[in-house]
């Protein structure tokens, strides 16, 4: 099999909630009257290195805060790594935060082109595609609202619609089976079934433990940012509980 994801070394240093929070102003202020603090970095990742393979499903575990979506987010390269490289074959969708992307300001229909055109489609493509993505998301009578006049479900709701309207070579997943009522989350199992039963290859971070043993080959434990166990998504889980 050929190797589609490799994490090698990744480590993530990033600064504490607390200081994103600091404004420039009380920087300034700080400056000046002499007490000012360099910004509190943590560890986020610590020497991660692991290999998925084409066409395998691997499951993301571990406590809060361990670093499991911050893992997704190098992957995807929304986030850049302070050292080690990660190195991906093919095209990805990620759902990770569902309708990130999105302009408040623009419809739903101008978001779908958008939100298609990142994904790497052309406006074409999109387009012909958007009446399934509309229908899917149950927002075919939204379409010409600007995206800011929906709720929270019904963003996430389109981010699920359109970033599984399309059959990516990699499938990256954080919590989306949360997404909206019970029908509409057995919607979303239905449709992520099928990237299963194909040849995508999936990662994916779940608190659902069954879920993980049922559907994953394979899944890694993250425990305070590093890499604690790999191996058959059984085992693991197994050793995971054990540790709890």
Same mark, same amino acid.
Request: with cysteine; net charge neutral.
């Given at each position: 099999m050929a190797e589609v994801i490799r994490v090698d070394g990744v480590? $993530? @240093? !990033? !600064?504490?909630? +607390? +200081? &994103?929070?600091?404004? %420039? /102003?009380?920087?300034? $202020?700080?400056i000046l009257e002499g007490n000012y603090r360099k910004p509190v970095k943590k560890l986020v990742l610590n020497e991660i290195d692991f290999?998925?393979?084409? #066409? +395998?499903?691997? #499951?993301?575990? =571990?406590?809060?805060g361990s670093g499991k979506s911050t $893992? %997704? /987010?190098v992957i995807c390269g929304i986030l850049q790594p302070t050292s080690g490289k990660v190195r991906v074959r093919g095209q990805i969708a990620p759902l990770i935060e569902l309708g990130a992307g999105f302009d408040p300001e623009i419809s739903v229909m101008d978001n779908i082109l958008l939100y298609g055109v990142l994904l790497g489609f052309s406006r074409r493509?999109?387009? +012909?595609r958007a009446e399934s993505i509309l229908e899917f998301a149950e927002l075919q009578d939204y379409q010409l609202v600007p995206v800011k006049g929906l709720s929270s479900g019904m963003v996430a709701r389109l981010g699920f619609a359109i970033a599984t309207d399309v059959q990516p070579d990699i499938l990256i997943l954080d919590e989306v089976l949360s997404v909206g009522d019970e029908s509409f989350k057995n919607k979303c199992k239905r449709r992520i079934e099928k990237f299963w039963d194909g040849n995508a290859t999936v990662l994916?971070?779940?608190?659902d433990l069954? &879920?993980?043993?049922?559907? *994953?080959?394979?899944?890694? @434990?993250?425990?305070? =940012?590093?890499?604690?166990?790999? =191996?058959?998504?059984? @085992?693991?889980?197994? *050793?995971?509980?054990?540790?709890v």
């Open positions: 480590s $993530l @240093w !990033r !600064r504490t909630q +607390e +200081e &994103f929070s600091y404004d %420039l /102003k009380k920087t300034v $202020l700080s290999v998925v393979e084409s #066409g +395998e499903k691997v #499951g993301i575990i =571990g406590a809060n $893992l %997704l /987010k493509e999109i387009k +012909e994916v971070v779940s608190h069954s &879920f993980i043993r049922q559907y *994953c080959d394979r899944a890694v @434990w993250l425990d305070k =940012g590093k890499l604690r166990l790999m =191996g058959s998504a059984d @085992w693991v889980v197994d *050793c995971y509980l054990d540790s």
